[in-house]
C-alpha cells in the first residue's frame, strides 16, 4: 500500500525521543511529513485525528516502566480510522517495562493498527557530566540501526495490498501493567548563581512548573523530574541537588552501565 504521509507525534523533554523519531523518519525514505511535538501543555489541547493514508508514528519516553501518565488523556483522545502506527517508547538503559505494550494497546484503542514497535534507548534524564547514564545515546550506533528499522517499515507497507492486511507484531510487556509507585513531591533543582533569568527553563517545562519571572521557582507538586530545565540551561545553573533523585542517579549511575541494544518488532 502506498502512503499518502506520515504524522509523527512525540513527548520529549530532553529530545532523545524526538531523536529515535527523527531516524526513523530518515530510514522510510521521501514521504510528507507532519510533525507534532506535544511536548510543550499547549501543543496537548487539540485532539489529533487520522486516517488510514497516512503512518502514525508516535514516540514517548518510558516513565518507571510505562507511559507517562501526563498524556494518557490526550493519547487516549487520537482519532485514527484504522491508520497503520507504530508506537515508540525510548529509555534510559533501565528497563522499558510494559510502556511499548500499553503504548501499542492505546492506539488500537483509538481505531489505530500498530503494525511495528520499538523500544530505543536514550540517555536518561538523570544522566549527568559526574555520573553519565546512557550518555549521549541515541548514538550513531543506535541510529543506523533505528534507519534500517525506517526502511524496513517502508518495505512492510509497500508490501502490503492494504493497511487492514498488514501483519501486526506481539509487543513486549504484560498486560497487567506493572502499578507505578507514587513518588512524594521533592524540590529537587538547583539554581546557581550563573542564572540570568533568561526563562528558557521555564519555556521548556512540559507541565509549566517553572516561574517564568523567577527562574528558581519551580512547583515540586506540578513537576514531573523530566530535567528538560536542567538539560536546556544554557548557563548550566541548574543541576540535581542531593536528595532522592540524586539517590535514583547514583543508583542508576553504579547498576544500569551495561548497554542495551534498541529491540525492534515487525
Ligand atoms: C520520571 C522518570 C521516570 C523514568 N523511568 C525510567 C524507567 O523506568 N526505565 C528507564 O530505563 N528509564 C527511565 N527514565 C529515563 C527516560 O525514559 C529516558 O531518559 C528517555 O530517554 C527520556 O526521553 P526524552 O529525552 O525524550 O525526554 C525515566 C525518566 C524520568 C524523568
Known amino acids: 500500500m502506498k502512503i499518502e504521509s506520515v504524522k509523527t507525534v512525540y513527548f520529549s523533554p530532553t529530545r532523545t ?21 506535544v511536548t510543550r501543555p499547549d501543543a496537548r489541547v487539540e485532539p489529533l485525528r487520522t486516517t488510514d493514508r497516512d503512518l502514525l508514528i ?19 483522545a487520537i482519532s485514527a480510522q484504522d491508520a497503520p502506527a507504530v508506537p515508540v517508547v525510548v529509555y534510559g538503559n533501565r ?108 519555556e521548556v517545562c512540559p507541565v509549566s512548573a517553572i516561574d517564568p519571572e523567577e527562574s528558581s521557582l519551580t512547583d515540586a507538586g506540578v513537576c514531573i523530574t523530566c530535567c528538560a530545565c536542567i538539560k536546556s540551561c544554557p548557563e548550566h545553573a541548574r543541576s540535581i541537588m542531593p536528595g532522592r533523585v540524586k539517590d535514583m542517579s547514583l543508583h542508576l549511575y553504579t547498576l544500569c552501565g551495561e548497554r542495551k541494544e534498541p529491540e525492534f518488532f515487525l
Open 17 to 37: 525521543t524526538k531523536a529515535v523519531v527523527e531516524g526513523i523518519l530518515r530510514g522510510l525514505g521521501p514521504v510528507g511529513v507532519e510533525t507534532l511535538d
Open 58 to 76: 508516535v514516540g514517548v519516553p518510558v516513565y518507571r516502566g510505562r507511559v507517562p501518565a501526563l498524556l494518557n488523556g490526550w493519547l487516549h
Open 95 to 202: 528497563i522499558y517495562g510494559d510502556a511499548l505494550i500499553e503504548l501499542g494497546d492505546i492506539l488500537t484503542g483509538c481505531g489505530c493498527r500498530p503494525i511495528a514497535g520499538a523500544a530505543c534507548i536514550g540517555e536518561h534524564s538523570f544522566s549527568s557530566d559526574e555520573m553519565p547514564i546512557a550518555g549521549g545515546r541515541p548514538d550513531a550506533a543506535d541510529l543506523y540501526h533505528i534507519e534500517a528499522f525506517g526502511r524496513r517499515i517502508r518495505e512492510k507497507l509497500d508490501a502490503a495490498p492494504s493497511a487492514d492486511r498488514i501483519s501486526v507484531p506481539t509487543l513486549p510487556g504484560c498486560r497487567q501493567y506493572q502499578e507505578t509507585p507514587q513518588v512524594p513531591a521533592e524540590d529537587f533543582i538547583a539554581v546557581s548563581d550563573a542564572c540570568t533569568q533568561c526563562g528558557i527553563c521555564a
